[in-house]
């Protein structure tokens, strides 16, 4: 049997999901997808079950923009609950151990959080998305299956306390990719003299795109009973995801150039290894890779459905 052809529209862009609890980002994506009607979708970075918050998801051609976003920066709010450690980091968990709560005060917390920002070595939890030998380590630790994960360079830029009980603090992160929120806030309980899990965490900003951008699933449904026009008013252009990569303008020649993947000569000076590409008509055409010589090599060009 031959491969079915992928059904669906080729419509290209970006849409901010405040992302609900207890759904996992893939069963948020397919939904969205499906109210699309599209044709290929990705999110740019998987948020757990128990987590809420910003989930961006690339429609189509944005896709090919997604794994770049994947890698930028992300701001959170998290609460952890003191006293009980459980396997997975958070309260989907069971519970591994229990201990005493000792007493602290706002001063405490105040004087232990700068400990833990900054550039620092993190080994990522076993109930994660990473793959050991092709099996996703949460798969393993749900066997009672633990193997030795490497550390990974992480950046903690801030951390503020938001607010505190007798046995939770809640604190906003602002972190670089591969953080795991869930390990940190474990680290923090245990240096309170504690132990602790997550019982909230909520994702207020990813790549730059913001809470006041976010829709729910359903606030998305009720604009799908509009029709697919009204859904894709709500697209965000892709070639706003990557504000910081500088523009290059490419001549009618260039654009041809790029799209058989031949590198152009540009007369701009070199700001930036990674630049985003643009047509005369300032129509988005992907994202290049630029040397100090002014050679832009295409990276991912957008296929030009149109034509």
Same mark, same amino acid.
């Given at each position: 049997m031959g491969r079915r052809n992928k059904k669906g =529209?080729?419509?290209? *862009?970006? +849409?901010i999901i405040d992302k609900p609890t207890g759904r996992s980002s893939n069963h948020v994506l397919q939904q969205v997808k499906r109210l699309f009607d599209a044709k290929k979708a990705g999110h740019t970075g998987a948020l757990d079950p128990l987590a809420t918050g910003v989930l961006p998801i690339c429609l189509g051609e944005a896709t090919k923009v997604s794994s770049y976003l994947l890698d $930028?920066?992300? $701001? @959170?709010? +998290?609460?952890c609950k003191l006293g009980v450690v459980t396997d997975s980091g958070d309260s989907d968990g069971e519970v591994v151990s229990t201990s005493e709560i000792p007493e602290f005060d706002e001063k405490t917390l105040l004087e232990l959080l700068p400990r833990f920002t900054g550039e620092q070595d993190q080994v990522p939890p076993m109930f994660s998305a990473l793959k050991y030998n092709g099996q996703p380590l949460y798969k393993l630790a749900r066997q009672g299956i633990e193997v030795e994960r490497k550390s990974r360079r992480i950046t903690i830029y801030d951390i503020q306390l938001l607010s505190f009980t007798k046995d939770s603090f809640t604190l906003a992160v602002r972190c670089s990719k591969g953080t795991y929120i869930r390990t940190l806030v474990e680290d923090i309980s245990h $240096?309170? *003299?504690? *132990? *602790?899990h997550v019982v909230m965490l909520h994702r207020v900003a990813a790549a730059? @795109?913001? /809470?006041? /951008?976010?829709?729910? +699933? #359903? /606030?998305? #449904?009720a604009v799908a009973e509009q029709g697919l026009h $009204?859904?894709?008013? #709500?697209?965000?252009p892709t070639e706003n995801a990557l504000p910081d990569w500088p523009a290059i303008v490419a001549t009618d020649e260039m654009v041809i150039a790029l799209r058989h993947g031949q590198t152009i000569k540009v007369e701009q000076e070199f700001l930036s290894a990674n630049v985003r590409l643009f047509d005369a008509e300032n129509n988005f055409l992907g994202l290049g890779e630029m040397s100090e010589q002014s050679v832009v090599a295409p990276? =991912? +060009?957008f296929v030009d459905h149109e034509q």
């Open positions: =529209r080729n419509i290209t *862009g970006i +849409v $930028a920066d992300k $701001a @959170y709010h +998290v609460t $240096a309170l *003299g504690s *132990g *602790g730059g @795109y913001t /809470q006041a /951008q976010a829709m729910t +699933v #359903e /606030q998305l #449904e $009204a859904l894709d008013a #709500e697209l965000l990276k =991912r +060009v």
